[in-house]
């Protein structure tokens, strides 16, 4: 198994928790338009491309659901959420981005966001800056569960692929990476991870505070 040579971080879930902001935009406009997005169908969108999810709405609510009115609205409603609440960063990422600094780990972000999105959601969290590789849903053909994301990554890196350790919250992400050939860590945010999405992890952990020691360990291993 080879040393890890750098570190791709998700972006919503696993370094954000903006997941709750998607939420409730999403839900709030649905019910706005008459349609009822629960819990359980929201929860099988995350972590997938944006386009993904708006065929899914029209599969579930039928042809004559408003998309481009919800296309419209949903955004409103998520930048008054961040204007309102701010964006947190999850709890041990500073440490773990101090870590690979230090290790001289190059890092990069491979998120199925656009890149306005990914932009404003990292200035919010107080990241503008902070990573020079940033791949986006609309810079690679596929989205996640596709490996193109983080093939890209690898490239701009320029990193073998299976040097990278990829974290990630959402199956959609996790069996993204695993199908690029990356060592996956997987780090629910909330939701008990599918089985597909264990299967496909080299590890589940708790939180980026036990990624950052799994990491040290690998390392020392790899050392050894």
């Not at 708006?54 to 419209?72: D, K």
């Not at 701009?156 to 990476?177: K, T």
Request: with cysteine.
């Amino acid at each position: 198994m080879q040393r890890v040579a750098a570190i791709v971080f998700d972006m919503d879930g696993l370094m954000l928790d903006t997941e709750p902001l998607y939420q409730v935009a999403w839900q709030a406009t649905s019910t706005e338009l008459g349609h009822v997005l629960d819990d359980p169908s929201y929860a099988t969108l995350v972590g997938r491309p944006t386009d993904d999810c708006e065929r899914e709405l029209v599969r579930w609510f039928g042809p004559g659901f408003p998309l481009e009115r919800f296309r419209v609205r949903w955004p409103e409603r998520w930048q008054a959420e961040v204007a309102a609440n701010g964006i947190q960063q999850k709890p041990g990422l500073l440490e773990i981005l101090t870590f690979a600094d230090a290790q001289r780990l190059p890092v990069a972000v491979a998120t199925s966001s656009e890149a306005d999105y990914a932009a404003f959601s990292l200035r919010h969290a107080g990241l503008e800056g902070r990573f020079k590789v940033i791949v986006t849903r609309d810079q690679v053909a596929r989205g996640k569960p596709a490996p193109d994301i983080y093939l890209e990554a690898a490239r701009r890196l320029q990193v073998d692929r299976a040097a990278c350790l990829a974290l990630e919250d959402s199956e959609a992400g996790i069996l993204s990476a695993s199908r690029a050939g990356m060592r996956t860590l997987l780090i629910p945010d909330g939701t008990p991870p599918s089985d597909a999405a264990v299967r496909a992890a080299f590890r589940v952990v708790a939180s980026l505070h036990d990624a950052r020691d799994l990491v040290a360990a690998l390392l020392a291993d790899s050392q050894a």
